[in-house]
């Protein structure tokens, strides 16, 4: 099932969902398997915070993992009033403008009051260590838990159980990427009439079995995956752009994705600026959509210009990409829905 936060006049979103406190008891939603692949924006303006908008941060919840990708300065705050939790296993890093990593310092500093023990791994491209480690030892002399930092190169992936993280050349005036998850394969569906043909007794070989093992019965019979089991399904694709001029990596990573994420810190009067700036235009994040036969674009990353009303970023992009296209706000919350 589909979920997405309601909108209110203006193009904001609704109330958020209250936080129970400071750190989390904030809880994210939990999972099994890869059930719930949940986005969240944190941030959505390009460069600085507006009223309506803070700067660059999502929260993805994959799994039963939490990830951070970008973070704003006062991004903490809005994972606050979003309700995302602050139990983030990983936090991944498209590049080193400000408006893109400086609210780790803080987020680091609030973990530690909090108790947080668990070493924290922060992913970018190359010059993250040196980045990073001196912007998470600034006003400290030591932090409360273990932090690694982690330089990517683009094409590398992390495995991460269920589903990984790749990384994704992009073209901006740093180095800079984007990132892909992309859920593995997921087995078909089960068939519980056919069980019950074969003997299995319903509950917990029946659990087995959809886990892809093979169950033995009391007469020594071995009953496989596959006797149950429909055919394999594709599992979902989630891809990041980050800051970007429009490019084949990025077409290539979001081929047949179900969401892609572009940003679209221009529109079509502002074209020579967003080629100097090296970003995007909406209409150009529509033409990378539709020729990624991506299923659905959302549109982030925007000047302060079309804070208010971004309703002529919407259609540019839609002149160029057929599918569903949303401008998205802080706050803005979408559940994948599974494949097949």
């Known amino acids: 099932m589909q979920h997405q936060t309601p909108r209110r006049s203006g193009g904001f979103c609704n109330k958020p969902r209250p936080a129970s406190n400071l750190l989390g008891a904030l809880a994210a939603v939990s999972s099994s398997g890869m059930s719930i692949l949940r986005l969240t924006f944190l941030g959505t303006s390009a460069a600085m915070p507006t009223l309506h908008r803070n700067v660059s941060g999502l929260a993805v919840k994959a799994d039963t993992d ?8 006062g991004s903490q705050r809005q994972m606050i009033r979003f309700g995302t939790g602050f139990a983030v296993d990983a ?15 803080g987020f680091l500093r609030t973990l530690g009051m909090g108790g947080r023990t668990e070493k924290l791994v ?5 010059s993250a260590k040196r980045v990073l480690d001196t912007a998470i030892h600034l006003g400290v002399e030591r932090l409360a838990f273990p932090v690694e930092i982690a330089e990517l190169k683009p094409g590398e992936a992390l495995d991460r159980g269920s589903y990984s993280v790749r990384a994704i050349k992009v073209d901006h005036r740093v180095n800079a990427l984007g990132y892909a998850i992309e859920e593995h394969t997921r087995p078909g569906r089960f068939d519980p009439d056919a069980a019950r043909a074969l003997g299995v007794t319903p509950g917990p070989d029946f659990g087995r079995l959809q886990k892809g093992e ?6 020594g019979r071995v009953v496989k995956p596959e006797q149950v089991l429909g055919g394999a ?13 429009p490019c084949p990596t990025v077409v290539a ?13 221009f529109s079509d009067d502002e074209q020579g600026r967003a080629e100097e700036t090296r970003h995007s235009t909406a209409r150009e994040a529509g033409r990378v959509a539709r020729e990624a036969g991506a299923r659905r674009l959302l549109l982030t990353h925007l000047s302060s210009r079309h804070d208010v009303d971004p309703r002529p970023l919407v259609e540019q992009a839609k002149q160029e990409f057929s599918g569903p296209v949303d401008v998205v706000w802080d706050g803005f919350s979408l559940d994948l829905p599974l494949r097949g």
Request: proline share 3%; net charge negative; hydrophobic share 45%.
């Open 122 to 126: 922060l992913y970018g491209p190359p």
């Open 214 to 219: 093979s169950v033995t019965l009391a007469d």
């Open 233 to 245: 399904r594709a599992g979902r694709k989630l891809v990041l752009s980050g800051d970007t001029r």
């Open 253 to 265: 990573a979001a081929k047949d994705a179900d969401v892609l994420i572009h940003e679209a810190t």
């Open 91 to 105: 936090v991944f890093f498209t590049h080193f403008h400000a408006d893109h990593y400086l609210g780790i310092i």
């Open 66 to 73: 939490l990830l951070l990708f970008d973070c704003g300065e």
